[in-house]
């Protein structure tokens, strides 16, 4: 009797063991099932078909770290003193030769007690700090320089000498738009904006990258659209810019 026992209660162990074994194939094969059937999340789109971090278009080196204020001691001090340097030419008036000889007098004269203070109190005297412009670094700037000009050079005689109106037509739109802007504000102010903007417009687009790639794609869509529209309506109307097309 208890043979018969022992075989009967292994038999229904192995008979129980084989139904899990086929509910987990079979919920193993339905989870694979569901996993095919949902759709592949598509790679997101950059701004402006970015393939690279902001990081590395921005240079990757000390100045991307600043813009992106990487050290936010060290950003919020730069900015801070910008905007006290802002204020004290556009609020309170000051000149500019006359911030730069106040500052050299303020600074000539710390140094120049610390020297003399330094024998009283058995310190050594403070060593300046040598600067010294090599050539190859004036040439590399002046090399810089002579092909910005001859760019912009190039850009303007292109621009002006009437073989595309379209270019034309953009640049002197964009010109009169900064000198509307030019008017409603000073030079140091439009200056200070225009840092303010380009130091603090990077970090939070890489805070906020994701809800600003998806508006910035939509605005896209738009502008594209209302250029069709401009350029079907008035641009192809234009002789010159029809003759192009045809030719």
């Known amino acids: 009797m208890m043979s018969e026992s022992e075989e009967h209660s292994s038999l229904l162990e192995k008979i129980n063991e084989k139904i899990h074994g086929y509910k987990r194939s079979s919920s193993s094969s339905s989870s694979d099932s569901d ?5 592949k999340k598509s790679k997101k789109k950059k701004l402006f078909g970015r393939k690279h971090p902001l990081h ?3 240079g990757g080196g000390k100045a991307a770290d600043l813009v992106l204020w990487r050290n936010k001691q060290t ?12 204020l004290l030419f556009e609020g309170i008036g000051y000149h500019l030769l006359t911030f730069l000889c106040h500052s050299l007098i303020v ?6 007690v610390w020297s003399n203070a330094a024998s009283f109190v058995n310190r050594s005297p403070p060593k300046f700090p040598e600067v010294i412009l ?59 904006t225009i840092f303010l903007m380009a ?6 687009y890489e805070k906020y990258e994701d809800q600003v790639d998806v508006v910035g794609e939509k605005a896209l869509i738009e ?20 003759e192009k097309k045809q030719h």
């Not at 996993?35 to 759709?39: E, G, I, L």
């Not at 600074?107 to 120049?112: K, S, Y």
């Open 35 to 39: 996993d095919d059937k949902k759709p």
């Open 56 to 58: 590395h278009v921005l």
């Open 75 to 86: 950003s919020g001090s730069i900015l801070a003193g910008v905007t006290v340097i802002w």
């Open 107 to 112: 600074f000539l004269t710390i140094w120049f």
């Open 134 to 192: 090599s050539e190859v670094q004036c040439l590399k700037i002046a090399h810089i320089v002579r092909k910005e000009i001859n760019e912009a050079f190039y850009t303007l005689c292109n621009v002006a000498s009437g073989k595309d109106l379209k270019t034309y037509l953009m640049t002197v739109a964009v010109l009169w738009l900064i000198s509307i802007i030019g008017s409603c504000f000073s030079f140091l102010t439009l200056s200070y």
């Open 199 to 204: 130091y603090t417009l990077p970090m939070l």
């Open 223 to 242: 502008i594209k659209k209302k250029y069709k529209v401009i350029n079907a309506k008035l641009l192809s109307k234009i002789p010159m810019l029809s």
